[in-house]
């Protein structure tokens, strides 16, 4: 049985990096549930659920505050017509709901 993202680990936050970029951090319970959310959550799949290309990722694995960060461009630059999350503060549900 797949378990969602959200319930394994202690917090999902998403924020703007300036207009072009989002941030997402996941704050895992300890290191072991870091080592093995970190294995199971590649960047492929993070790429695939936000609909960018993997190569568009940047990951940061910090281990010492078990943290996965992920840097992606937004879909739409923030503040234009199309941009339905000026503070880029939803996608972090979108992971909160993925299944691992």
Do not use: Y
């Amino acid at each position: 049985q797949m378990a969602k993202l959200g319930t394994l680990v202690h917090e999902i936050r998403s924020k703007n990096a300036g207009p072009f970029w989002l941030t997402i951090d996941i704050f895992c319970h300890g290191f072991d549930n870091f080592s093995e959310v970190s294995e199971k959550l590649s960047t492929s799949k993070v790429a695939a659920l936000f609909g960018t290309n993997k190569t568009h990722i940047k990951r940061f694995n910090i281990t010492e505050l078990h943290v996965i960060k992920f840097s992606l461009p937004r879909p739409h630059i923030q503040g234009v017509r199309l941009d339905r999350d000026m503070h880029g503060a939803s996608f972090a549900c979108l992971l909160e709901e993925f299944e691992l």
